[in-house]
């Protein structure tokens, strides 16, 4: 048992993110019942789907689960309560200030999680009362930092400035990812892409088989003015990078984007007039496989690595 | 002995970048003489200026070090018959396609590596007949590729579409990001920040203690319509930073940009109107220290956090 499994009494200490679209009662009791810790994605849900995905979620596990709440939620206090109503025990925060929920999910009996991406931000959460940290480097897909630190510098520099647990994420999908990111200082892993190319996500199948088929260099950050966000270089992606050309206003940004675009990409499987939000690392999934499986095969080549890892 | 200690016949794999006017005789002797492999940057260096101080690393040590040429150098040809000359035994190229020169170092029995910063780049340059890679992430300092792939998702890409040795940089400082690289998959390290913080290293003493004093974030990869650079946000970054606001032109941002802009920052140690080149892992390194000690600590570091690491 380390830290975050003994935290959540998970028996690995691997984290499905919790995202949009992706990530819904499947996704999260599958990747519990496997020994990791699976995350509903509140933030593309009505609250009312929200309570649902949870009921769902009560009945297929029996372990520990979460739910990922995104601070920036127009309905955030009707979010919150159906999560108590329900009795959910685990709550990661993201996209917002921690300052303001941490102490009422905490009074509720819940284990608050927070995701920054700076050690700045990993101070005001520790400071907020967290029970723990998710920090999250660019490579990430989604809703990314300003900063742009990339993980392999951000956990170490996280890891001596706090002192609860520390979750790294952005850019982990094996276990020889994972093992670096125990060795930097993290005490487990959140891993939101591989999960995306999961038989048990809500992704389209369109949107799975594209991961796959990503390469180094096919994702950038972008939307820098908003919330930066990674994405897949679709038509969609084009268009937005030729208007970016001309200096755009926000407005100008604001019209292109218009509404709806992550779930028409990845939900609704339109890979080209939709945004379609993943991490660097799928340039290293390459098949979209069953979560148990997922599971096992990190554990594998996490141990296998280290058996084979001489000092210098 | 692994690929790469027995490449270059050094104790440690661990390789000091060969950085523009950081990395001269001095440190890349004191790095070779500490078990590692210096490398002197001709990037900055006259014809003149590099034959010497190849001549006093010839005095300084009898271990291997080597020269580090970006291949857009303008006296290119000179520089090479130089090298060869001189009688200098390992190569790497950076900055330009590897195809042209390779052949001749090595019929001149010289060892050839060649940075590359994506997968399609480490295929062409295995292609040209270089005896190793190094793949630099996103993190690193100085130029930089355009693809924006970290460290931690470029090295396992590389790895896994190359059969020849394989050097990761990007983002490494200490014992612990070094060996999470070599989990990763790679042979051996780079490192370039950490040893620009080093007694032995030309920087300016000013921007030695600038580098100590980074903090996670306060580096930027700017400049990306020529050769993508990282630099500490200093006055000059804010300058360059307040004119891309305004949708510049090339000849506008070169305008800004002047001559000899690094110079200025990292040898003249101005560091409000020069150009300061660093990796965003300065966030990591506190204090100037000899190059012995740096390794050494390395070193202690790596061994120490392989053996605390237990199997999942």
Redesign the interface.
């Known amino acids: 048992m380390n830290k975050i499994t003994s935290l959540f009494n998970i028996k690995?200490?691997i984290i499905q993110g919790g995202m949009i679209w992706v990530s819904g009662w499947k996704l999260a009791a599958a990747v519990s019942n496997s020994g990791g810790l699976g995350l509903i994605g509140a933030g593309s849900m009505y609250p009312d789907v929200l309570r649902e995905h949870i009921q769902k979620a009560k009945k297929a596990t029996n372990k520990a689960f979460g739910v990922n709440v995104p601070l920036l939620y127009a309905d955030l206090e009707e979010i919150l309560q159906i999560i108590v109503e329900e009795g959910v025990k685990i709550v990661f925060t993201s996209a917002g200030n921690p300052k303001k929920w941490t102490a009422y999910l905490k009074e509720n009996g819940i284990t608050v999680v927070h995701v920054i991406s700076?050690?700045?931000f990993a101070l005001k959460a520790q400071a907020a009362g967290v029970d723990a940290i998710v920090a999250e480097?660019?490579?990430a897909g989604g809703h990314n930092g300003?900063?742009?630190?990339?993980?392999?510098?951000?956990i170490?520099?996280v890891r001596r400035a706090i002192d609860i647990p520390l979750i790294a994420a952005?850019?982990?999908a094996?276990g020889?990812?994972m093992?670096?990111?125990?060795?930097?200082?993290a005490d487990a892993v959140q891993m939101g892409s591989r999960f995306v190319a999961s038989e048990e996500s809500s992704a389209h199948q369109n949107f799975k088989e594209a991961v796959t088929k990503v390469?180094?260099?096919d994702t950038?950050?972008t939307l820098k003015e908003f919330a930066p966000v990674r994405l897949i270089k679709n038509e969609f992606y084009k268009e937005l990078s030729t208007l970016y050309k001309?200096?755009p206003t926000e407005e100008q940004l604001l019209a292109l984007l218009g509404r709806g675009r992550a779930k028409k990409g990845m939900f609704e499987g339109d890979l080209v007039s939709g945004e379609l939000e993943i991490?660097?690392?799928a340039?290293?999934i390459d098949a979209v496989l069953p979560v148990h499986k997922i599971i096992e095969n990190i554990?594998k080549e996490?141990?296998a690595?280290?058996?084979e890892?001489k000092?210098?």
Do not use: H, W
């Open positions: 690995y200490p700076s050690v700045k480097g660019f490579e300003r900063e742009e630190t990339t993980t392999l510098t951000l170490p520099a952005g850019g982990i094996t020889r990812q093992l670096a990111s125990m060795i930097l200082g390469q180094d260099g950038q950050l001309t200096c991490g660097q690392v340039a290293l554990v996490y141990n690595a280290l058996m890892t000092p210098l």
